[in-house]
């Protein structure tokens, strides 16, 4: 770090809290008020995502193709499976390349990364084609809509999405006593029919309160039991009901009945008036504004976030009622969030955006970026865990991770040749913040692709 250049207040704008620079962008005049200023310039659906298919149209065609996968002769159904997982993958490459090319072109590129952070922060993971195939309309129409609204409207949308759903195995869950379960079990008097709490632990632990916060185990058995009954609509249900395929659905059949207790308070609500009586208790939780304020500080500030920065957002939150345009202006503001010193070293993602973005692609053309961010180490939507990726430098500054981002350099290089100045490009990229070292190496380099190599992997391009 001793080796680095401060930041300037420009470089802190485009760098930390945006996507990075591009060479054809001049830099910001006035850095504070160029994020703030993006607040008018997002677009909840960019061109670039516009054309991606939604979670109806997905669970239509999904539907379609496992009705075709029964009414297949034995001997054809490993095919038509494997076509099955082979188009949901589509889905997933075509969403990820959706999302690549707007992030290399977005006016707003602080809104952008804000939708990454909460993408992230209230993650489903692409481990099957099913969620596969809808993680790219989990974040269009549950994450990027809220981006500049209210906290609990977009925790709402985002635990109802079928994404969620379906990777958190809530559609499995049935009350112990509910009526569906009674039904069930006098059926079947050998089989269990039970709770799934996956969403309701994740929900507490990981979206709203945090480990810390207090809750007992009993406490997330409980919200699980007022949970029962969220679903969504199955394909070979929606012609009979009218309902669009994989858009969410209360089963009150399902659903545990009385009253519910959780972490000292009662909600005897009926039906589906009980969960969401309890989700907006968690929304508005002094334990889930410090949660999402640590996590704010940690993405933008430091690995380690300062407790000062930490407790004034968690203090915006709370007055504003979980305003989150209110909660990142308190972060603009922040002093220790225009410290010179850059404290962060980018994600895979991160890099290989800045990457595109500083040398000048706004297309990726024959390149695929869904298997590159994999080899990179991040593949997006798939972190592996409803944790999402980690936020601190340990997680992706291992020798064998970098050593993929000098490979991947430098064939980004050989791409662009000799048609962009290597000395020049730095300053423009970095905005003031080039180190002498970094700009001794490229100047030295044999060509100027090795020149841009150099300038992608140097410590100042690294870090924001």
Known sequence: MTNLSGMTAAAIAVNRF???????????????????????????????????????????????????IRQSPAIDKPAARKALNQAMRGAYRAAVAARVENALNTPAPFVER???????????????????????????????????????DMLLAVERHPAMQIFLNQTNSIG??????????????????????????????????????????????????????????????????????????????????????????????????????ILRDFAASPATARHLAEELARHFVADTPPPALVSRLTDTFLRSRGDLPAVYRTLVEAPEAWSPNPKKFKTPWEWTISSWRGLGFAHLGEMHAAPLLRQLGQPVWQPGSPAGYDDIAASWAAPDALVRRVEF?????????????????????????????????????????????????????LRR
């Open 18 to 68: 945006g996507l990075g620079a591009r060479a054809d962008e001049a830099a910001p005049a006035r850095p504070k008020a160029w994020l703030l200023r993006q607040f008018d310039a997002y677009q909840a659906t960019p061109a670039a995502l516009a054309s991606q298919p939604g979670s109806v149209a997905l669970a239509t065609d999904l539907g379609a193709r496992r009705q075709q």
């Open 409 to 461: 350099a430098r064939r980004l290089a050989a791409r662009v040749g000799d048609r962009r100045d290597p000395r020049a490009l730095g300053k423009t990229l970095l905005l003031g913040s080039l180190s002498a070292s970094t700009a001794t190496a490229v100047a030295h380099a044999d060509t100027a692709a090795t020149g841009l190599s150099l300038l992608l992997v140097s410590p100042d391009f």
């Open 114 to 152: 804000l939708v990454y952070f909460w993408s992230n922060h209230l993650a489903v993971s692409a481990d099957n084609p099913v969620v596969a195939g809808l993680a790219g309309s989990f974040e269009t129409e549950a994450i990027r809509p809220h981006v500049l609204g209210r906290f609990e």
């Open 176 to 277: 112990p006593d509910s009526m569906a379960a009674r039904r069930a079990q006098a059926l079947h008097p050998g089989r269990r029919f039970g709770l799934n709490e996956n969403l309701g632990r994740e929900i507490m632990e990981l979206h709203t309160l945090g480990v810390r916060s207090g809750y007992t185990q009993a406490d997330v058995t409980e919200f699980s039991r007022a949970l029962t009954g969220w679903s969504i609509v199955r394909p070979q249900e929606a012609e009979r009901t009218g309902r669009a395929p994989g858009t969410f659905v209360f089963r009150a059949p399902l659903h545990e009945p009385g009253a519910r207790h959780v972490m000292g308070r009662t909600y005897d609500q009926a039906g589906e008036a009980q969960p969401l009586a």
